[in-house]
């Protein structure tokens, strides 16, 4: 079933600027990863944040995980073209399966 | 990295035919593999979870007469489609947990995703 919910649906930028979006979940989790997504292709594994973390950086990513408000948000910072791309927050729980967010679509304008 | 190689990466077939979609974990053994489908602009919704040398258990509402799953070995998991219509067009991508990440540590250790099968049903 799917906890996320994200925020924006969709975002666009100029090259060079930050992009944020955020997640929310429903129950409580173990941890809360963020994937990837280029057009039809399948997910690639960006970071992974333990309920007890509250930031991680990896890169030009920084995440963030708030389990009272059950929220989480990413920062791509510097933006690039290849940024392009779906922004898929998923959230692990006590069944071994990944429940995932909606999806933000960020576009990187040169 | 782990790698998952999903084959076909896409294909079209008529309707009341069967399609056979397979997910090979590469360089890593996987206990367990799950299988997701993906409709355009939206999010992956979890069809079944694979086990190796067991029944693949079934998401609420998904069909298990219509997609069997089979994980035969602890590389390989296959998802058929059988009889399928234009309805079951669809994005299906599968993905496995590296199995020395099983036990307490599978919780926080990330998916490996195949690149997806794009199934056409005409």
């Known amino acids: 079933s799917q906890q996320g919910e994200e925020d924006p649906q969709a975002l666009s930028i100029q090259e060079g600027e930050n992009a944020t979006m955020n997640c929310s979940y429903k129950?409580?989790?173990?941890?809360l990863q963020w994937y990837r997504q280029n057009s039809g292709r399948g997910l690639v594994h960006l970071i992974l944040?333990?309920?007890?973390?509250r930031e991680k950086h990896s890169g030009r990513l920084r995440v963030t995980l708030d389990t009272s408000k059950k929220s989480s948000s990413l920062l791509i910072t510097a933006s690039r073209a290849a940024d392009t791309a779906s922004y898929f927050c998923?959230?692990?729980?006590?069944?071994?399966?990944?429940?995932f967010g909606a999806g933000t679509t960020v576009t990187v304008r040169a | 990295g782990a790698v998952v190689s999903q084959h076909p990466s896409w294909v079209i077939c008529k309707s009341g035919t069967s399609v056979k979609i397979e997910c090979r974990s590469l360089?890593?053994?996987?206990?367990?593999m799950f299988w997701y489908r993906q409709f355009p602009k939206q999010s992956l919704m979890l069809m079944a979870t694979?086990?190796?040398?067991?029944?693949?258990?079934?998401e609420q509402g998904v069909e298990k007469d219509k997609f069997l799953i089979n994980h035969a070995s602890l590389t390989l998991s296959t998802l058929t489609v059988t009889s399928a219509h234009p309805e079951d067009s669809s994005f299906y991508i599968c993905?496995?947990?590296?199995?020395?990440?099983?036990?307490?540590?599978?919780?926080?250790?990330?998916?490996?995703f195949g690149n997806g099968t794009r199934l056409t049903v005409t």
């Open positions: 944040i333990r309920s007890n973390e």
């Open positions: 998923a959230t692990d729980a006590d069944d071994y399966k990944l429940s």
């Open positions: 993905s496995a947990r590296d199995r020395r990440r099983t036990g307490s540590s599978s919780y926080n250790s990330p998916l490996h």
């Open positions: 360089d890593f053994q996987a206990t367990t």
């Open positions: 694979s086990n190796e040398g067991s029944k693949a258990t079934y």
């Open positions: 129950t409580s989790i173990n941890n």
